[in-house]
């Protein structure tokens, strides 16, 4: 029963968040908060700690809120050329391997190992390693 609250509270709670701030770190957000709870606190703790985590991601994304006007910067002094896709650029796009230049995100955004950036339509996106955008750097 306690389980199931916390699990209907934790769904409320996201639902309060705008989308598009859902979109970008959600998932991240959910299996490190699921991973770090169960290694603390077991099945409970992984349940906890994937919504609490997921939270957590929604707000700050991949780069984190504090990170982001400063990784755009980053990529603009690069000159990064952009490439054109002929669709939105939007979270769970996947891109081609090929015409497409992937750059390592350097240690100081604290991203994730297996993230890479590159530019798409002038905009700076983060892309996992499958190149599906998981976060559109606005």
Known sequence: ???KLLLAL??????????????QGTLRGAAE???????????IGGIVGGAVGAATGTVGGILGIDDRPRFRSYVRER????????GPV????????DEVTYYDVPS??????????TVV???????DRSRRIVEVID
Not at 90 to 97: I, K
């Open 1 to 3: 029963m306690t389980n």
């Open 10 to 23: 934790s769904a409320a709670g996201m639902l309060a968040l705008p989308i598009t701030a859902q979109a």
């Open 33 to 43: 908060g699921a991973e770090r709870g169960a290694d603390a606190a077991g099945p």
């Open 79 to 86: 000159g990064v050329r952009s490439y054109s896709w002929g």
């Open 90 to 97: 939007q979270v769970g796009t996947v891109l081609p391997d």
């Open 108 to 117: 100081e955004y604290r991203a994730r190992p297996g993230y890479r950036y």
């Open 121 to 127: 339509n002038d905009r700076p996106v983060l892309v």
